[in-house]
């Protein structure tokens, strides 16, 4: 039933659309219209994310599907190529935007066989949000009382198809500002309090990369300094803290200030301090009707299904805040956020066949 060169065409239509994060609406007002035409109750709320209901079976659960509309750069002027062995692949100028058209075109070829065929279903919630890869800060805001499912399936996983993510991170964002004393640097270095000097004695003491198998952290960015011949008086370190464990998130974030506050008090200079959490950290279980639904739908499309974590947040971070038991499914994404992003004819087809399987369980 699944019709793989609709599929195809429909990947290719909405790679066209430059819908880099923040620039969703031409993207946007084309899914509106054809989740409408395909018999859809549709809105679009102040932010930009879309709702559609597509009602059914009152004696079957509702089910959401999710997958967002943003790109990330480079993604103006996109073009899908379509090759000999399947594979699609950008113009290596910019991204496919795999990441996350194929989650779209998944669900939407889903809607179109279930119209086409007649099929008994559930009621179906789809959720198409914008600014995902900004943190999802399109959903931060969403109003999450409108969605009646309890269980949810995110299409947004790397992946071989049948991969899944039962669990995510807490992801936090760290600013130490180290608050020194300027001075000329020839004429009167002592009198001066060297801001980076004292940073990078904390960044010494600070370990990058994994802390343990839950926990990473990461220092991105340093700013500070006026010009080479003055003493810094202020310095400005970032860094990301992710973590399966939130309590585990929170003791990083603890520690790092606590190795900044020693590191300003011995040299005389005073520190500031700030972390955003972008997203908090969940897991469904393995035995939860969630998971066994998607083993099912798996198997009925003769794909064997694979569990497994991610460190990568999604809107499934957004919905598990509000009580909504969802995963994150592989949909036929590789090498996300380059230009060497790919799919290919038969993921796309796949993914296709475990939404269907999924929505008709």
Do not use: W
């Not at 000097?197 to 700013?223: P, Q």
């Not at 083993?295 to 919905?319: M, V």
């Amino acid at each position: 039933m699944i019709d793989s060169d609709r599929i195809v065409n429909e990947f290719v239509k909405l790679v066209s659309f430059d819908s880099e994060t923040g620039n969703e609406k031409e993207i946007s007002d084309y899914l509106l219209g054809l989740l409408s035409d395909l018999g859809l109750e549709v809105e679009r709320d102040s932010i930009g994310n879309i709702y559609g209901l597509l009602t059914g079976d009152k004696d079957r659960g509702p089910i959401l599907f999710s997958s967002h509309m943003d790109t990330v750069s480079p993604g103006r002027s996109k073009k899908a190529i379509i090759h000999d062995n399947g594979k699609i692949t950008s113009d290596q100028k910019t991204v496919l935007g795999a990441d996350d058209i194929s989650g779209l075109v998944s669900i939407i070829e889903m809607l179109r066989v279930i119209k086409e065929e007649g099929l008994s279903h559930g009621d179906i919630e789809v959720l198409f949000s914008v600014q995902e890869e900004s943190f999802c800060s399109g959903t931060a805001g969403y109003d999450f009382d409108r969605i009646k499912s309890k269980q949810a399936y995110v299409l947004d996983l790397s992946g071989p198809i049948g991969g899944c993510a039962l669990a995510a991170p807490s992801i936090i964002t760290f600013t130490e500002t180290v608050y020194g004393k300027s001075a000329h640097s020839g004429f009167d270095p002592e009198s001066g309090i060297h801001a980076i000097a004292i940073a990078a004695k904390a960044i010494s003491e600070i370990t990058n990369g994994h802390i343990d198998e839950d926990t990473t952290v990461n220092i991105g960015l340093i700013e500070g300094g006026s010009a080479p011949n003055i003493i810094p008086d202020k310095v400005v370190i970032t860094g990301e803290i992710r973590s399966l464990s939130h309590d585990k998130a929170l003791k990083q974030a603890d520690h790092i200030e606590e190795i900044f506050n020693k590191a300003v008090e011995d040299m005389g200079a005073r520190s500031g301090h700030e972390i955003k959490i972008n997203f908090k950290a969940y897991e469904t279980s393995k035995d939860s009707d969630t998971v066994k639904r998607y083993i099912r739908a798996c198997e009925k499309s003769g794909i064997r299904a694979q569990t497994g974590k991610t460190f990568g947040g999604s809107d499934n971070n957004r919905l598990a805040e509000h009580g909504i038991e969802g995963i994150v499914i592989s949909c036929g994404m590789n090498n996300v956020h380059t230009t060497n992003e790919y799919t290919s004819v038969q993921d796309l087809t796949m993914s296709a066949m475990v939404t269907l399987a999924l929505a008709t369980d």
